[in-house]
T-cell receptor, first 113, second 114 residues
């Protein structure tokens, strides 16, 4: 059964720092991997989607990588800003479990001015 | 504006009183899904629907029902709510589960069952 883990659970950094959020998954038979952002009390907003055949995707200051063989993905945030403070969730879409999106528990990021 | 809407946004109810949380999307999406989010447990899928009249169980379907009579709507029904169904609920949709497109999430419904 696919499991998705995100470490650390919480991260606090000063403004301007580059940072990396980690996501690992146990079964490499994924269709894609998605990164979402969740602000407190709000819904999820999609950041990046990486297809299983791709190695990375970029959007502005965000870069997500995928290494299926090792079961890992990273979300790199460049030049962090206080507005980046939120919880970041990764999720994998799997073939062999009824076509469901399986989420990690998220990393709560705080960027201090 | 492309969006997923949920109603109500907040609900306090009592054990056993049937309730329905509505979900509607205006993007002509085939795939829709319900999740619940609980501290320490993360987001877990309750039910999903690949298209009209096609629904299937997710990881935690017990105590919930769904229907998909129209493409745009996917209501979540709690026939006899219990306190362990107190949670934050999200509806999501995408063009197709296998279309390599992201899922769009609604704003959430916070439910408290007394």
């Amino acid at each position: 059964k696919q499991e998705v883990t995100q470490i650390p659970a919480a991260l606090s950094v000063p403004e301007g720092e580059n940072l990396v959020l980690n996501c690992s998954f146990t079964d490499s038979a994924i269709y894609n991997l998605q990164w979402f952002r969740q602000d407190p009390g709000k819904g999820l907003t999609s950041l990046l989607l990486i297809q299983s055949s791709q190695r990375e995707q970029t959007s502005g200051r965000l870069n997500a990588s995928l290494d299926k063989s090792s079961g890992r993905s990273t979300l790199y945030i460049a030049a962090s800003q206080p507005g980046d403070s939120a919880t970041y969730l990764c999720a994998v879409l799997v073939y062999n479990q009824g076509g469901k999106l399986i989420f990690g528990q998220g990393t709560e990021l705080s960027v201090k001015p | 504006e492309a969006q997923v809407t949920q109603n109500p946004r907040y609900l306090i109810t009592v054990t056993g009183k049937k309730l329905t949380v509505t979900c509607s999307q205006n993007m002509n999406h085939e795939y829709m899904s319900w999740y619940r989010q609980d501290p320490g447990l993360g987001l877990r899928q309750i039910y999903y629907s690949m298209n009209v009249e096609v629904t299937d169980k997710g990881d935690v379907p017990e105590g919930y029902k769904v229907s998909r009579k129209e493409k745009r709507n996917f209501p979540l029904i709690l026939e006899s709510p219990s306190p362990n169904q107190t949670s934050l609920y999200f509806c999501a949709s995408s063009l197709s589960l296998w279309a390599q497109e992201t899922q769009y999430f609604g704003p959430g419904t916070r439910l408290l069952v007394l």
